[in-house]
């Protein structure tokens, strides 16, 4: 009994030791409320220092150097914080007293505190970082890193979040210092030629271009042939009665004449044999508007012509005669949606203004690493994990936040289109005859699929549910592989050889064919991407049986998947697509008759030959070459300039617009090398007879594009020189001749007959700008080029006549009507013709 009563006084004792335990160490214990204030006070300051350090690490050709400034506030609790930050660059080197780096996978790091180390009140911390590659623009920098404590809810450093300039509407990055030393900064190699596009050179580049003709046909793309007979002008301004003929459904072209007054005037629309698909003549005279066309687009032409047409000259038009085609049947528009989600209201104004510059091919980006974007009603995990990235490292919920992303479940860079939304779309292209490509990268890039199939799997294991946890999981537990992506994750490709990933490919295409077939519009090609990643598989047990008894190598497992997966949509009557890359590793005699790739290798890179290769094997070619077409490239050589620059340093309208696709390697010509030399090109594989590119398709990928208004900053106005490539032959472009070599300057290559082209372009440009700000696009407004010399301020445009603004000493923006005295620093804009916009603001000095 006594020992009884003693062991009960002995557990009362321990009881009573741990409740003062407890709260002792719920008094000492980090709080939500001291995170969520360090987080909301800390200063975080990024500066990129150079591109060309005295040396890089062994082994490592090209380096940049960085440093992140930590600043605590003077009243910060102590917290045994961790940070994380995206860095799309790896990290080789971090120095600091205070914190050790980590990369965890892919683009996303972490700062962990030393063994006795602690961040002190009122101190400001640096980091030095070393990273692979250069650093070339200040918009690289990934924003929302955060800070995390064990047992507490990660928050957003408050610092680290992006703005909205007030004047352009463009994203900024508060926290990242500015760049200002162009020899340090500008160039990553020593042979690198790039210069900055400084107020000074612009002006200069602008003056060469010239100033804009005057349109008189102010029809974007420019039609095949204009005519303008003699005769009365007609006055619409009392609208058009629209009369359709047998061939055409007025259903058919009702988005085009949802744009043209409705009235009394007569507008006859019939279809007329003979004529080139999508073609079509445009008469304006005798008191009415004719159409003949080849087909229901070829109408749809005519009026987004006409429309056009009226922007310039207003309800009363002097005769006109058009005569119009397409040069080529493919003329697309990509949009990345996995990497950073974008709304289906945005999806649906692109695809009018598609519609409006007559592209006909929309290929959308649904999956990828960081994000699965499109509802599959048997995979529900796809969407509720895949589509959202938060501070979970464990993704148990969701996926870690690459890429800088919102870990907020309701950020803009968050969701999926549901299948409601992308029957949605489906329709809307289909009523302006635009195709929709879907695209889910696989076997690589397939991150977003793997990673929520796991959670799958967990779910159902844990329900005791093995066989169908395991139907459709996408990774071998004892594939001991290791290997990195070319976005450094380790984890982010299908196992090629195992049959629940080829019954999880059918499942997610039969899930989307059902949702085209319920749209009403089948589908008709599926984009597969095809990339690999190196060094996959090497260890997989199930590869290593599929190898030994195929008689495989490693490197033959990814075009032995193309070759199965391509066939499995052949059987379906669905037309395989992807990237050229992938699809060159096939064997040609393994693949179906219908197969569309996408050359995306670049001019100077092999672009040219992989072009005409693919070509030869009879494939439909689609050019998507960086230089053309990689629409998420900058501008131009400018830090403030948002966009990447692994491919291009700069891709602008005039570039896009002087591109010539018939004859590729005549570009060498007009168009340097990534280092800003000019280098020859030679059409070292030439394009057999009877075999031709099939069209051109711009791409949008969105790395660094967060925000709707930021794809419209990116597209526009380079796209509307793309669409003018896809409907018409450049008059500078040389006949091709096979073998041909061409070299920069080449006189082969008319330049006078581009930059004649070019003020053209720029005329018609004037009225697509106004047509865009009633649209609501918010395409990008190139800064002023502007010098002073001789005490004079001089200043141009990209597109001569938009408007101009000037101040000093932020005094009023006064208009730029000619050269101006000036004796000091000025500030220079540009503003949309309807006002509402500014470019971003340059400054001059003498």
């Keep these: 009994m006594f020992q009884c009563n003693t062991s009960k006084a002995q557990r009362d004792g321990r009881e009573m030791m741990a ?17 969520d204030r360090l987080a909301a006070t800390m200063g975080y300051r990024y500066t990129i220092l150079t591109n060309r350090p005295a040396s890089c690490p062994t082994g490592v050709p090209r380096c940049f150097q960085a440093d992140i400034a930590i600043a605590v506030p003077a009243d910060a609790a102590s917290l045994p914080v961790e940070i994380r930050y995206s860095l799309v660059n790896p990290v080789l080197q971090a120095d600091s007293d205070v914190f050790a780096n980590r990369t965890i996978n892919g683009d996303l790091n972490v700062l962990t505190l030393k063994p006795g ?9 640096h980091v030095s970082l070393t990273g692979v590659g250069a650093f070339f623009s200040r918009n690289h920098m990934m924003p929302n890193a955060t800070l995390a404590v064990a047992g507490l809810v990660p928050r957003v450093i408050a610092a680290t979040r992006t703005g909205t300039d007030a004047e352009t509407g463009l994203e900024t990055l508060p926290f990242v210092a500015p760049m200002t030393d162009e020899a340090a900064l500008a160039r990553g ?21 010239g100033a804009a003709t005057p349109p008189d046909v102010a029809i974007l793309p420019r039609p095949m042939k204009a005519m303008r007979p003699a005769g009365a002008p007609v006055d619409l301004s009392r609208g058009l009665r629209v009369m359709t003929s047998s061939g055409i459904d007025r259903a058919a072209i009702a ?16 279809r007329e044999a003979g004529i080139t698909p999508e073609g079509y003549r445009l008469t304006i005279g005798h008191g009415g508007v004719t159409i003949a066309a080849a087909d229901a687009a070829g109408a749809s032409y005519a009026l987004r012509s006409l429309a056009q047409q009226m922007a ?40 009018e203004q598609m519609a409006a510059y007559k592209l006909n091919v929309l290929h959308l980006h649904l999956g990828d690493d960081e994000g699965w974007r499109l509802q599959i009603a048997a995979l529900p995990e796809l969407t509720e994990t895949g589509a959202y990235r938060c501070a979970d490292l464990n993704e148990k919920e969701c996926l870690s936040p690459q890429l800088g992303a919102d870990p907020a479940k309701d950020a803009p860079t968050n969701g999926y289109l549901t299948a409601a939304d992308y029957k949605d779309i489906l329709r809307a292209a289909a009523a302006r005859q635009i195709t929709v490509i879907p695209s889910f990268d696989m076997p690589g890039h397939s991150r977003a699929a793997i990673r929520s199939m796991e959670v799958r799997y ?27 992506s070319v976005q450094h994750y380790d984890d982010n490709t299908l196992n090629v050889c195992l049959d629940s990933t080829y019954r999880f490919i059918d499942t997610v295409i039969d899930g989307i064919a059902d949702l085209h077939k319920a749209a009403g519009v089948p589908l008709t090609t ?18 290593k049986a599929v190898m030994t008894r195929e008689g495989l190598q490693p490197r033959q497992l990814g075009a032995r998947f193309i070759e199965r997966i391509a066939a499995d949509l052949a059987k379906r009557g669905i037309a395989v697509a992807g990237w050229s890359d992938g699809l060159g590793h096939t064997d040609p005699a393994k693949m179906p008759a219908k197969v569309q790739t996408n050359i995306w290798s670049g001019l100077h890179t092999g672009g040219v030959a992989e072009a005409h290769e693919q070509a030869n094997r009879g494939w439909k070619t689609v050019l998507s070459i960086p230089d053309l077409g990689y629409f998420d ?21 005039f570039q896009v617009f002087g591109f010539m696709p018939g004859n590729l390697a005549a570009n060498a010509a007009l168009i340097p090398n990534i280092l800003a030399q000019p280098r020859a090109v030679a059409d070292s594989v030439p394009l057999q007879p009877g075999r031709a590119i099939a069209g051109i398709q711009a791409q949008l990928w969105s790395e660094t594009v967060r925000r709707d208004s930021q794809v419209d900053y990116m597209l526009f106005p380079r796209l509307l020189a793309l669409a003018e490539r896809a409907w018409s032959k450049p008059e500078w472009e040389p006949a091709y001749v096979a073998g041909a070599r061409y070299t920069p300057g080449d006189a082969r290559v008319d330049r006078a007959g581009l930059l004649t082209g070019w003020r053209d372009f720029a005329g018609r440009m004037g009225v697509q700008m106004r047509m865009l700000d009633r649209a609501g696009v918010t395409y990008r407004l190139a800064p002023p080029g502007a010098r002073i010399t001789g005490g004079m301020l001089e200043a141009n445009a990209e597109f001569s006549g938009t408007p101009i603004e000037y101040r000093t000493g932020g005094t009023a923006w006064r208009r730029y009507e000619g050269p101006v005295a000036m004796t000091g620093a000025v500030e220079l804009r540009t503003r949309t013709p309807d006002g509402r916009r500014a470019s971003r603001t340059i400054t001059v000095s003498p």
């Design 117 to 125: 180390q602690s961040l002190q009140p009122g101190r400001t911390y």
């Design 526 to 543: 599926y984009h597969i991407g095809a990339d690999e990643t190196a060094g996959a598989w090497v260890q997989s047990p199930a590869c």
């Design 189 to 209: 190699a020593p042979d690198d030629q790039t210069l900055w596009r400084t107020p000074e050179r612009a002006f200069a580049l602008y003056a060469e271009r």
């Design 19 to 35: 409740l003062w335990a407890s709260a002792a160490v719920l008094a000492t214990a980090p709080a939500q409320a001291d995170l």
């Design 255 to 270: 988005p085009a004449l949802a744009g043209l007054p409705a009235g009394t005037v007569p507008l006859t629309i019939r």
């Design 312 to 351: 310039a000259e207003g309800t009363t038009l002097r005769p006109l005669t058009v005569e119009d085609a397409p040069r080529y049947g493919f003329r697309g528009l990509h949009i990345d949606l996995a990497r950073n989600f974008h709304s289906k209201a945005k999806i649906l104004k692109l695809v």
């Design 458 to 484: 967990r779910r159902l294991m844990a329900q005791g549910d093995r066989a169908g946890a395991e139907r459709y999981r996408l990774v071998e537990p004892d594939d001991t592989t290791r290997y990195s």
């Design 633 to 653: 490239m900058s501008y131009a050589a400018d830090p403030d300039e948002t966009g990447y620059d692994w491919a291009s340093r700069g891709v602008d309208s």
